[in-house]
C-alpha cells in the first residue's frame, strides 16, 4: 500500500501545482495587458526586428561606418598571445555576461508561455481538458490497485524459507504495481486525442508520475534487501535521495513544458540555474540535517564544512559553463556511495537467490557487473559531453583528446576486471565440479584432469589480459604502442637465449600436459624424486613424498614419469618357505585369504582382482620363493593392503602348519614337526674321511 499511497499522494499534488499554475499563467497574462511596452521587456525576435529596421536608416548605417573606423585602430586582443587556460576563463566569463544579459527576458517569456497555455486549454475546453486528466490518471491508479492485489495474494503464498521465491515475490508486490499503472496510464494518454501542445506538455509529466513511484519501489527494494548491513546514515541517505530525485524530476518536467511552450533557450537556461540552486540547496540542507555517526562531533562538521564547501564550488562551475568539471565532481560525490550500495545489494541478492557462500566467485560477479553498468553509464555520459561540446575543456582538442583516451582506458579496464573475475568464476566452478571427491577409502570419484590444466590455463589468462588492457590503455592515452610491442619482441629473444633452461621447463611442462602425463593427486617418480603431485606453475611441479618432504621440480629435470596412480596397479610380493611346503595347501590357503580380503568392508573397495599365488619364482638356499600378487584401484593404499595380506598368510600358515624358510631350514624358535628319520650308521667312505 506504500506504493499506492505513494501515488495518489503524487497525483493529488500534481493537480494541485496545475492549479497554480493556471493561476500564474493568468495573472501573468493580467499583467502584461495593464502594465505597457518596456524596451527591457522585449522579446529576442522583437528586438532583432528592431534591429533590422534601424539598420534600413541611412543615418543609422554612417554613423555605424564611422564608428568602426574609428576603432579599427585600437589593437584587438590576439587569442595567440593568451594563454590556453586564460582562453578558456574569457569564454566562461563570456557565458556569465551573457546569462546576465539574458535574466530581464525571463518574466516575459513566462508570461508569454503562460499565455500559450491557457488559450491552448481554452480552445480544447477546460471542463474536456480536466476531466481527460482525471480519466488518465484514474484509470492508471485502478490498474495499479488491481495490481496490487494481485501480488499481495500471491507474496503471501509465498514461503519465507524460499529465498529465491520469497525475493520474487516480494519485488513482483513493490514493481508490478507501478508497471501496472504506467502501462494503463500510457494507454489512455495515447488514446485520448489531445491537440499536439496539450500532449507535448502533458508527457513529461506522465512519465514523471511513473517514474516516481519507479524510483521509490527500487528504493524500498534496496533497504530491504541490504537491511543487515544499513547503518543509519545509509539509511538516511537512500530516504534523501529519492526526495532530490523526486524535485530533479518535477523540475525537468517544468523545463519539458517550458521548452513546449516556446520559451527561448537562453530563458530555459536560465531558470535550469535557478532550479539547480534549488537542489543545491536542499542538498546541503539534508547535509546539516544527516545522522551524526561519527563519536567525534568537531570532525563530523569539519567533514560537513566540507562538503557544502564543496557543493558550492560544483554550482558555481555549472553556472559558469563548465559542465564537463561539473558532472565530474558530482559522479566524484556520488557514484562512491551508489556503487558501494549497489554492490552490496546485487552480492546479498546474488547470495540468497543463488545459495552461494560470500567467498563464491558469483556474488562478486553480480557485484561487478553493476559496478561496470554505474561506472560505465557515468563514463558514457562524459564522453557525450565531450564530443557534443569541444570547447568544455581548456587546451581545446588536445586536452579534450587526452582526456577522452583517458575515458577510454578507464572502460577498457572495467571491462578486464569483469571479463576477468567472469573467467575466474566459471573455472572455479568448473573445479568444483570436477573436484576429485574422495570416497571413504580414498578412492578418486572422479576425472581430475581439469584440477591440473584449468589452474594453469587461468593464470596464463590472467596474464593475457593484463598485458592487453594495458597496451590498449596506453593506445587510447595517444602512446604509440608499436615500438613498445617490437621492443617487447627483441627482448623476449634476448631472454630465450639467456634463459634456455626457462624455456625448456615452460614447454616440456606444457608437453606434460598435452600428454596427460600425470594430475592433481596422483602419485608419480621421477628418477630420485617421488611423491604426491600437489600443484603446478608455469615451470615446476610440487610433488609430497609420502614421509612429508615436498620436492619442486622444474619440468625439464623431470624426464621419463612413472605414474602410480593412473588406472589400475599390480602388487606383487614374495614369500620363502621351507621345500617340503604342500604347494596345494598353499594355493588353497591363499584362495581363501583373497576371499576375505575382497568381503572386507575396509580393503574390499579398493581391490580390482584380490590377492593370488602366482607360483614359485625361484629355490633358494634355504628354500623356495613363492610369488603372490594383486590388482588394486590406484588410490596410494597398495601398502597398507600388502600389509594385511602379509599379516593374514602368517597367521594361516601357522595354522596349518607351514613353516617360513630359515638356514636350518625350520621356522625360527619351533622344533621340526613330524616324526624323525632315524639316524644312518656311518659308511665307509665317511669313515675313510675322518682324521
Known sequence: MNVLRCLLRFCARLLALWLALCLFSCSAVFAQTSTPANPANLTTEQKVDELLNLMGQDDVRSLLAQRLSDTSDVAAPDDGNMSVLDQWASKRREHLARLAG???AIPGELSKAGTTLVNEIEAYGLLRFLAHVALLFGVGIAAGIAT????????????PGNVAEFALATASRRLLPVVGYGLSAAIMFFTIPWPPLLSAVLLPWLAVSIGLPLVKAVIDLLKRVISDGLNSRRQFWLTRSFDLLAVAMMCWAVLRMLVSLGVTAAAVKLISYAMIAALFALGVYFIWRQPQADANTERRRSLDVAFTFYLFILFAVWIAGAGVFFWLGFFALVLPGAVGTLGIAARKTATAMGGYSETDFRPVLAQRSVRLLVLGAAVIWLLFLIRNHPGALPGGSTVSAMFTGLLHGILVLLFADIFWVAIKTVIARRLEMNAPATSEHGVPASDDRLQTILPILRNMLGILIGAVSVMTVLSELGVNIGPL?????IFGIAIGFGSQTLVKDIISGVFYMIDDAFRVGEY??????????ESFSIRSVKLRHHRGPIYTVPFGSLGAVENMSRDWSIDKFLVTVAFDTDLAKVKSITREIGKALKDDP?????????VKLKGVEQFGEYGMTLGFGMMVKPNGQQSIIRRKAYSMLKDAFEKNGIEFATMSGTSPGKPKSGP????????????????
Open 102 to 104: 539574458d535574466a530581464p
Open 148 to 159: 496490487y492485489r494481485i501480488t499481495a495474494a500471491r507474496t503471501a503464498r509465498a514461503l
Open 485 to 489: 610491442l617490437a621492443s617487447a619482441g
Open 524 to 533: 608419480i617418480q621421477s628418477g630420485s624424486y617421488k611423491g604426491t603431485v
Open 602 to 610: 575396509e580393503f574390499g573397495p579398493m581391490l580390482i582382482e584380490t
Open 676 to 691: 624323525q628319520p632315524p639316524e644312518e650308521p656311518p659308511s665307509e667312505m665317511t669313515d675313510n674321511l675322518r682324521p
